[in-house]
């Protein structure tokens, strides 16, 4: 089994910052690519950045200048600095990670999910 679990969500003023981590857990062999989602109210959920086992980073525009993905694969963690919030940022945050882990008698690559972690930025 393989777990993903968010923190670093909270309320914050517009201007502000946060970090999000993110951390998997289980029987993980290789992480492949990773990502930030959000979900906000009535809304569909919408990839916020992505990183590649390499290094290689992509930001939806929206975001572009004022979040950061990063990962620290000793600890099989993605981060999410977020800088200059803004009202606009408000929803529940997801990490997706694509992982190789055993499973049982084989081995499988899945995507996983994490619970989410809500970020409120006010105004």
């Known amino acids: 089994q393989v777990h993903l679990v968010e923190s670093g969500g909270g309320l914050v003023q517009a201007g502000g910052s946060l970090r999000l981590s993110c951390a998997a857990s289980?029987?993980?062999?290789?992480?492949?690519?990773m990502a930030w989602y959000r979900q906000a109210p009535g809304k569909q959920r919408e990839l916020v950045a992505g990183?590649?086992?390499?290094?290689?980073?992509d930001y939806t525009d929206s975001v572009k200048g004022r979040f950061t993905i990063s990962r620290d694969n000793a600890k099989n963690t993605v981060y999410l600095q977020m800088s200059s919030l803004e009202p606009e940022d408000t929803a529940v945050y997801y990490c997706?990670?694509?992982?190789?882990?055993?499973?049982?008698?084989?081995?499988?690559?899945?995507?996983?999910w994490g619970q989410g972690t809500r970020v409120t930025v006010s105004s």
């Open positions: 289980g029987s993980i062999l290789t992480i492949h690519s």
């Open positions: 990183i590649t086992s390499g290094g290689t980073t």
């Open positions: 997706k990670a694509s992982i190789t882990a055993r499973q049982l008698i084989t081995v499988m690559r899945n995507d996983y």
